[in-house]
């Protein structure tokens, strides 16, 4: 009944807070890494910024 219900919606709202929270450390690390696109290569700011190598490559492409 209702211990059900509240159970159900407070895991739905920390799985929406967790969404929310990986989208914004996601979008931080891109925007490190598009600061990074002068001056190191590809696989450095892969290894260094934890993102991987096919992301990196598509801001440099992004970016010319």
């Known amino acids: 009944g209702l211990q059900n219900g509240l159970q159900k919606g407070l895991q739905k709202g920390l799985q929406k ?3 929310k929270g990986l989208q914004k450390l996601y979008e ?3 925007a490190i890494a598009r ?3 002068e001056i190191l290569d ?3 700011i892969s290894q ?3 993102l991987p ?3 990196v490559k598509k801001l440099r ?3 010319k």
Do not use: P, R
Request: aromatic fraction near 10%; charge should be neutral; hydrophobic fraction near 35%.
């Open 17 to 19: 807070g967790l969404q």
């Open 28 to 30: 931080e690390k891109l």
């Open 35 to 37: 600061s990074l696109l």
């Open 42 to 44: 590809d696989k450095t």
């Open 48 to 50: 260094k910024v934890k």
């Open 53 to 55: 190598i096919e992301e």
């Open 61 to 63: 492409f992004q970016y």
